[in-house]
């Protein structure tokens, strides 16, 4: 079985950024590849690892998604040897200056963030966060260099090693999302080791951060019978507010509102409290950002639920999780799913 702390150092050591996920797949379906009869990956990228149920045939199926793109930069101008910058996805801009990073042009290079001095900048600028458009990123070469090895549309991704911190955490980037794909690593290994009637998809989706073009395109492949999608969400910090962050550490979150199927979040409720595993509501009045809001309106609708793995810091380059909610996560879809038997769908009737 895959020990998640060096597996997830692993995945976030990766490069990976949306619509770039070549540099991560490869890890994933190594570890997905004992698990599973078999694999594929969509027209998108997006990685489709099968496991057969043993129910009488036609079955029902499951999708279960976590997305592996994470933010990043791309080049969008060079300037006298050092490179202007935008971004792909959301990003955390208070935290980018001095962050360390690979520019993936004709060879990667190292690189940095760096800022111009502030007695250059704007005066609306001075002494407040440094906006994007005056970041700049230093790989160190002469101009000349530079224009050769680097083009205009070359993705860059963070490059700070992973960090244990105390109380069984870890620190680094692109934890969002592929804690969650540690996640679904554990749900599959714990699969793999017993019966289930139903037919499992899981999927390694691209895009999620820019288009939900891998969670959009996978669904309407399979067409699953239900699904389910794992990703991150606040974690509370000093500051945050109660009511919109979770415990870090303490427990799984399950969200509540259109994207979710109601009998899926009481199946999913009721499970984890026989199993002793904490969730928490997260209540999401609007499309929830994450795929689960594309696999739901997939063909004439797909019945879903979304799991939360508290996350501090997100979307910058420095996010914190705790690795036993990560296995709470993976652990409460594998127990669900091999519970899942002929009559359940009977029940998914949407009553509010």
């Known amino acids: 079985m895959t020990e998640i702390l060096p597996f997830l150092k692993e995945l976030i050591s990766a490069p990976g950024i949306s619509g770039y996920e070549s540099g991560v797949r490869p890890l994933i379906e190594k570890a997905w590849e004992p698990v599973t009869d078999k694999m594929s990956l969509s027209r998108l990228g997006s990685l489709h690892g099968f496991q057969q149920g043993t129910g009488p045939e036609p079955r029902p199926s499951i999708l279960v998604a976590?997305?592996?793109?994470?933010?990043?930069?791309?080049?969008?101008?060079?300037?006298?040897?050092?490179?202007?910058?935008?971004?792909?996805?959301?990003?955390?801009?208070?935290?980018?200056?001095?962050?360390?990073?690979?520019?993936?042009?004709?060879?990667?290079?190292?690189?940095?963030?760096?800022?111009?001095?502030?007695?250059?900048?704007?005066?609306?600028?001075?002494?407040?966060?440094?906006?994007?458009?005056?970041?700049?990123?230093?790989?160190?070469?002469?101009?000349?260099?530079?224009?050769?090895?680097?083009?205009?549309?070359?993705?860059?991704?963070?490059?700070?090693?992973?960090?244990?911190?105390?109380?069984?955490?870890?620190?680094?980037?692109?934890?969002?999302?592929?804690?969650?794909?540690?996640?679904?690593?554990?749900?599959?290994e714990m699969l793999h080791s017993r019966p289930h009637m139903w037919d499992v998809w899981a999927v390694a989706t691209v895009q999620e951060e820019v288009t939900y073009g891998g969670g959009l395109t996978s669904a309407f492949q399979l067409r699953p019978s239900l699904a389910v999608s794992i990703d991150v969400t606040f974690a509370s910090s000093p500051g945050s507010p109660s009511h919109l962050s979770f415990p870090l550490g303490k427990?799984?979150?399950?969200?509540?509102?259109?994207?979710?199927?109601?009998?899926?979040?009481?199946?999913?409720?009721?499970?984890?409290?026989?199993?002793?595993?904490?969730?928490?509501?997260?209540?999401?009045?609007?499309?929830?950002?994450?795929?689960?809001?594309?696999?739901?309106?997939?063909?004439?609708?797909?019945?879903?639920?979304?799991?939360?793995?508290?996350?501090?810091?997100?979307?910058?380059?420095?996010?914190?999780?705790?690795?036993?909610?990560?296995?709470?996560?993976?652990?409460?879809?594998?127990?669900f799913i091999s519970q899942l038997d002929e009559k359940f769908l009977d029940k998914l009737t949407w009553e509010d």
């Open 66 to 188: 976590a997305h592996m793109d994470a933010i990043g930069l791309m080049v969008n101008a060079l300037i006298d040897g050092f490179l202007r910058v935008t971004s792909i996805g959301g990003i955390d801009t208070r935290v980018l200056p001095g962050q360390m990073v690979t520019v993936h042009g004709r060879q990667d290079l190292p690189g940095m963030i760096v800022p111009t001095p502030a007695r250059l900048l704007p005066f609306n600028a001075q002494d407040t966060v440094v906006p994007l458009e005056y970041l700049l990123v230093d790989v160190g070469l002469l101009p000349d260099e530079v224009a050769t090895l680097v083009r205009v549309g070359d993705p860059i991704s963070f490059a700070q090693p992973p960090v244990e911190t105390a109380g069984g955490t870890l620190v680094g980037h692109t934890l969002d999302d592929r804690a969650a794909i540690a996640a679904l690593t554990h749900c599959l």
């Open 251 to 335: 427990g799984i979150t399950l969200e509540w509102g259109p994207n979710t199927h109601p009998v899926l979040y009481k199946a999913l409720k009721e499970l984890a409290e026989r199993l002793e595993i904490p969730v928490c509501l997260e209540p999401v009045p609007t499309e929830s950002g994450t795929d689960t809001y594309a696999m739901q309106v997939v063909a004439e609708g797909i019945p879903n639920v979304v799991i939360g793995i508290p996350l501090r810091y997100m979307h910058t380059p420095a996010e914190m999780v705790a690795l036993k909610d990560i296995t709470r996560a993976g652990r409460l879809v594998a127990e």
